[in-house]
């Protein structure tokens, strides 16, 4: 007789097979290539560290067997996981959604999130309402949201936006939540934006009612690091860090949030490499802080993405991603029929 059981776990093994190729891929082109022994095989570039791929060279199949001939490796999923330095186990463990928000399994482990210091620091409480402005319904109504899936396409853009709870308030704005590693929710930042991505109107910081002497500030994008374990990077504003996790992949994009003052301690939870990205007008204000620190830390002149393509930055105050929005192409499903898009997603 038909084991019910094995097949529903052999099911929910391929669906995180499925979200381990389409999180380590999002943003690449996917062919669909030959079907051998009754397997469709696909092939991108390669995403292994040190392989710079134009060609496409990296074959895999949603059962999670994959292939690079140029590096000579070949795997399973759990193989391809531990070469990206992912941890492995939720894709075969856990049961884990495609999208919405409770597809964050860092989330999804506490439902109600827990006090980090009972007595001095508080976690904002309304869990409903911090849901609730994350729902996806809202984006269609939020112009960085929209902006993004114009720029990267539906799906990178919604996992970017679920990645970084950017959430959409009641006039549309962008809500920036901040955690912090223990996941945490310290305060969030609303932004209005335009449709060309610009910020327009209002800014507002909201803490919740914590005790100023109570407010913890962490980098944007603290809580992402508990998981992940690439080196850092850490920019400016909020939306630079959130779009660079499209363009750069190998790194955890940060952002100070805008602080004109690093605090090292703020900074020692992370314990490995820290690159700084300073908007170009902040260099040298960032470059006398970072080289104080007594911490693994590099600092970039970002002018230089111009000026090595014998570029003109376009403002003073550019940073990193103004570079990749106008220069790099990355969207990856405008020109994909339904059926393709149906047989690797639907
Ligand atoms: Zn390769």
Redesign the pocket.
Known sequence: MHNLKHSENNDQKLENVRLLFDSILQGQRIKLGAVKNGEKWYSTN?P?PG?E?KKP??NFNYSGGWT?F??NKKGDAVHLAKELNLDPTPYYNSVLKKTGVDALPRFDDKPKLKLAHKKTYKYFEDYEYFKKTLSKDLYNNNNLALFYANKFGSIASLKLLENYLIGTDSDGATIFWYADINNNICHSKTMQYDSSGHRSGKITTDYYGIATENIKKPLYGEWIARKNKKAIGIVEAEKTASAMSVYDESKLWLATGGLSKLDQDSLEVYNRELNFYPDIDAYNKWRIQVESMDLNTQIYDISKLWTLNELEPPHEKADPVDYFFEHVEVRQDPDWSQDEYDSIFG
Do not use: I, Q, R, Y
Request: glycine share 0%; aromatic share 12%.
């Open positions: 390669c292994l392989h791929d060279s990296f690079c140029t590096c």
